[in-house]
C-alpha cells in the first residue's frame, strides 16, 4: 500500500513539473493581449465595436450628478483592449475613496455591499434614462 501511495505522489509530482514546463513556454498575458489589439485593430472602426472612451465619460457624468465624490473604474478586457463587444458585459465600478481604503473584513458578496451596490445602480439607471433615453 505504501509503495502504491509512493509511486501516486511521484506520478503527481512529474505531472506537475511536466506541466510548469509546458506552461512556461507560453508568452506571457500581456503579450498575448498586445498581439490580439493589433491584429483586431481594424474591428475598431466597425459599427459593430463601440468605444469604451464615450461609454466610459456618459457613465461618469451621470454618477458625478448623483455623488461627487464616486469614481468610475474601467477593468478587465474593455480596459486591456480598449472596445466592447456587443451582448458582453462591461467591466465598469463605482468606487469612493472610503471603499478603496476601507479595513473592513467584509467581503464583496456580503447582504450589505449588496444592498448599498444595488441602491447606487439604481440610481444610476434612473440618471442615465433621464439624460440618454428621454
Given amino acids: 500500500f505504501l509503495y502504491f501511495i509512493a509511486l501516486t505522489y511521484i506520478s503527481i509530482l512529474m505531472f506537475r513539473a511536466s506541466l510548469l514546463n509546458f506552461l512556461h513556454k507560453f508568452p506571457a498575458t500581456a503579450v498575448v493581449g498586445e498581439a490580439v489589439v493589433n491584429c483586431c485593430e481594424p474591428l475598431r472602426t466597425?459599427?459593430?465595436?463601440?468605444?469604451?472612451?464615450?461609454v466610459y465619460s456618459e457613465v461618469q457624468?451621470?454618477?458625478?450628478?448623483?455623488?461627487?465624490?464616486?469614481?468610475?473604474?474601467l477593468f478587465g478586457s474593455s480596459a486591456a483592449y480598449g472596445f466592447r463587444?456587443?451582448?458582453?458585459?462591461?467591466?465598469?465600478?463605482?468606487?469612493?475613496l472610503a471603499d478603496v481604503v476601507t479595513e473592513d473584513t467584509n467581503d464583496d458578496v456580503s447582504e450589505v455591499a449588496k444592498s448599498i451596490q444595488g441602491d447606487f445602480l439604481s440610481k444610476l439607471a434612473d440618471e442615465l434614462s433621464k439624460e440618454h433615453l428621454s
Fill in 46 to 54: 466597425h459599427s459593430d465595436m463601440g468605444p469604451v472612451k464615450q
Fill in 61 to 73: 457624468s451621470c454618477i458625478a450628478s448623483i455623488d461627487t465624490r464616486m469614481a468610475l473604474y
Fill in 85 to 96: 463587444e456587443p451582448k458582453s458585459d462591461v467591466d465598469l465600478a463605482s468606487l469612493n
